[in-house]
């Protein structure tokens, strides 16, 4: 169901509120560079520090804004199965093509429990959902043969997959086939996954530079795999300032600095350093990004 570049968008924000005409702004930048799906309230979007209205908000104003030109996969995930419930009854009200679900993070829960927190929520919405495994944030990793079985529930399509174990992930793709969609969690890992069956990847540099991604992994998919190396090993520079701090601060940092959103973002998380403000500065300006 989903492939190619999907951006994880920022969310703009403005004297403490959600600035709703610099996200509608982001999300017309990102359909006139060929994005191929938007994702709101993702960590990337600073979904922890957002309210339940908020978040809901967000994905409201996604979902008109975008109008059907691309699919729209709203963040939903919660370490409460009750709330992941209700957010992604949220999302499916709203008119959102499907669910990005992070695992259950800060509790632990079992392999049995991981099952069972997605299997409640899948049970409960007839939304698309993708499983999203990022073990540095949430403290857990699916195992492949947990991904298995939830693959097997109709309406789980797929998983992001930030773990970085590409031992693992070429063997979630062996185990649930070909109609499962496998999508890189992590810009810099995205030709790796996709050259053991990985279908695309769900981008923080998309928000800065979403024709490139876009171009690089429809290179990948048509075949051309000399292209694809190319554009990847061209952005590679960009994959790693975009992380020289923790994200989302760098990405968007840069789509400031870019002339497309204010500064604002939310405590805990503050603006870079001066050091690496500069690293990511030399790096934007050698991509002829800077406003």
């Not at 992930?169 to 109609?179: K, N, T």
Request: proline content about 6%; glycine content about 8%.
């Amino acid at each position: 169901m989903f492939s190619g570049a999907l951006v994880a968008i920022v969310t703009p924000f403005r004297r403490g509120g959600v600035d709703e005409k610099a996200f509608r702004r982001l999300i017309e930048f990102q359909i006139e560079n060929g994005t191929n799906a938007i994702i709101p309230c993702g960590t990337t979007g600073e979904s922890a520090t957002m309210s339940h209205d908020e978040h809901k908000r967000v994905v409201e104003l996604a979902v008109k804004a975008v109008d059907g030109r691309v699919p729209v996969v709203a963040g939903t995930g919660s370490n409460s199965t009750a709330e992941a419930v209700e957010l992604t009854r949220h999302a499916h009200k709203a008119g959102a093509d499907a669910a990005l679900m992070i695992l259950p993070y800060y509790n632990k829960p079992t392999q049995e429990g991981i099952y069972l927190h997605f299997k409640t929520v899948a049970k409960a919405v007839p939304l698309p959902i993708i499983l999203y495994n990022m073990p540095g944030r949430t403290g857990i990793n699916a195992q492949p043969e947990t991904v298995a079985r939830l693959a097997r529930i109709k309406n789980i399509v797929g998983i992001k997959e930030a773990s970085a174990n590409m031992e693992q992930i070429a063997r979630i793709v062996e185990l649930c086939g070909d109609g499962f969609d496998v999508l890189s969690g992590d810009d810099a890992m995205t030709l790796p996954i996709m050259a053991v069956g990985g279908k695309g990847v769900v981008s923080v540099a998309s928000n800065v530079v979403p024709r490139q991604v876009a171009e690089m992994t429809a290179a990948w998919l048509k075949g051309d795999a000399a292209g694809a190396r190319e554009r990847f090993f061209r952005l590679l520079p960009l994959f790693r300032a975009l992380f020289l701090e923790s994200n989302p601060i760098p990405v968007k940092m840069a789509v400031n600095f870019m002339g497309l959103i204010g500064p604002e973002m939310r405590l805990p998380l503050c603006p870079m350093g001066p050091e690496n403000t500069k690293k990511l500065k030399a790096v934007l300006a050698d991509y002829g990004l800077l406003k």
